[in-house]
Structure formats: C-alpha cells, structure tokens
C-alpha cells in the first residue's frame, strides 16, 4: 500500500520585482509504500526540499494532490515527523525538554512526557545530558536530540532532509548505522533526502532522482543489497559499486544540465 503520494505536484514561487514565477516543482509524482525506505537525490535547487515541504503540509502545490494512506491531506500533518536541514533546537531549552517540545505541542501530561524523552535519550545514546543545552552538545549529538523529538510522537511517516549533512564523515557513518538500526527494527517510513549518492544507496531500498529544475522523478532503482545493512558491510562490496556507477552516471546527466541552466 502507498502511504505516501505526490500525484502531479507543481510548485511555482511567485518572485519579486514583476519576475515571472519560478517553476520549482513540474508535475512530480512520487509514492513511498509502508515500510519503505526512500533515499531522493538530485541537483541543488532542483526542487528536493520543496517537494518535502509539500509533503510535510508546510507548502500548498500550485497544482496537484498528497495523500496520506488514501487520504488527500491539506495543511501540517502531525503524522508526518519531518527532520528538517536546520538545526532547529531551541538553545534556551535543556536537551530533555527539546526533546520533549512536539509532545508538549500535543498536549501530553509532563511526567508522561519526560518519561518517554528519557527513554528516547538513553535509546539515542544521550543518556547524562538530560539537562544540558543544545549549546553544549556535538553536531552529532544535535541531529541525535532532533530524531529523538521528532520519534517521540511517534509518526506515520518520517522525512528527513540532507539531515547529516554538516557532520564529518566519522559522525555521519554512526548516525546512517543508527538510521539504519531504528528503521530494521520500527519497520517505520522513511523518506530520506540526500545529495550523496553513496549516502543514499547505503540506507535505501530504492533510490529516486530527480531531474534539474523543475524538478520531477526521472528514474527510480531499487537498491537490492542485502539487509540487515551496515555502512562498512556494504560500502565495499561488488553490487554496491555496480549500482553506484549505474545511477551516478545518470546523476551525472541532470548535475550538468542544472549547471547548464545556472
Ligand atoms: P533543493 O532542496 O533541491 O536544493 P529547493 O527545493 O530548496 O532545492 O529549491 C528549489 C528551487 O526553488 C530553487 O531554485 C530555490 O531557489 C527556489 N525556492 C525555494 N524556496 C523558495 C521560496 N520560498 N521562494 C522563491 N523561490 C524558492
Ligand atoms: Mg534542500
């Protein structure tokens, strides 16, 4: 079953100083079923956050329909946890209670909500910086507190836009072994967005591309390695290289007519 659908998406911003209208979104479709994992990769500016604020409710198409199992939806979605580019911690908070902020936002009783935030902490391996500040944790540790908030509401779906990054690489190979542990052992949604091809390969079951700007899905492979997967496991191995070759070459194609277009 599709949970997730962008039929026909187009998004056009209206510009400044009597521009015409910049055509970011032309006519996407995507779907992701349950239980999926779906890494998208593109050109910068090719639309990528755009379609993940449309997904996420945070944008209304200029034309076309998301549905959510079946179900067109309009405006924010609570079912949907979206892990957004930006840090978004609040600094003034301790780390428990940013955690503990979308629970709070719904309403859940405080010692409720501590408890699951603790949980999650010790889960995310934060246990001990309960009542530190954002300020005072690693790039890693920020990306750890901001899954934790959003899991704690427990969402349908989970979307993550280019989460990692900013990190080194080191932090970046531990966050995509914990993604990866989270979602073999949840059995959640999650659409990833990423502009690393191997990133992407690494942690999806099918990878989906999308053209230069305008954006729209121009192809779609499915990852077959093996799970359960480990970045070090599959990074090196035979089929990973194959398909990395594959659908760079096709990357390729669209990075160069974005460049084309600048
Ligand atoms: P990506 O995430 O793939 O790098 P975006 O979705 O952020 O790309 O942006 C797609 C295009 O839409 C870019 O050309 C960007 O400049 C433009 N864009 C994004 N948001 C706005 C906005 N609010 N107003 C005008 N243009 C925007
Ligand atoms: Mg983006």
């Known amino acids: 079953m599709n949970l997730l659908e962008l039929n026909q998406v187009t998004v056009e911003f209206a510009l400044r100083n009597g521009q015409p209208p910049l055509l970011a979104l032309d006519g996407m479709d995507l779907s992701v079923r349950k239980g999926e994992l779906v890494a998208m990769v593109g050109p910068s500016g090719c639309g990528k956050s755009t379609a993940l604020n449309v997904l996420a409710g945070q944008l209304t198409p200029t034309k076309g329909e998301v549905r959510l199992a079946g179900e067109p939806v309009r405006g924010v979605l609570p079912s949907v946890g979206y892990i957004s580019q930006a840090d978004t ?56 507190a901001a899954i934790a908030r959003v899991l704690a509401v427990d969402p349908q779906v989970l979307i993550m836009d280019e989460p990692f990054a900013p990190l080194d690489a080191l932090t970046r190979q531990r966050l995509q072994d914990e993604i990866l542990a989270l979602w073999e052992s949840t059995g959640s949604t999650i659409l990833y967005v990423t502009h690393d091809l191997t990133e992407a390969i690494t942690l999806a079951d099918r990878v989906v591309l999308l053209s230069a700007r305008p954006g729209r899905v121009v192809k779609e492979y499915p990852i077959d390695l093996p799970r359960p997967r480990r970045v070090m496991d599959v990074k090196f191995s035979p089929r990973f290289i194959e398909l990395e070759q594959t659908i760079w070459a096709d990357l390729h194609a669209q990075l160069c007519q974005a460049e084309g277009s600048l």
């Not at 003034?92 to 309403?107: K, Q, T, Y």
């Not at 246990?127 to 690693?138: K, N, T, V």
């Open 89 to 144: 911690l609040l600094p003034w908070r301790s780390v428990l209670d940013n955690v503990a902020l979308a629970m709070e936002l719904r309403g859940v009783p405080k010692a409720q909500r501590r408890e699951t935030a603790r949980a999650l902490m010790e889960k995310m391996g934060l246990a001990g910086f309960e009542h530190s500040y954002p300020r005072e944790l690693s790039g890693g540790m920020k990306k750890r």
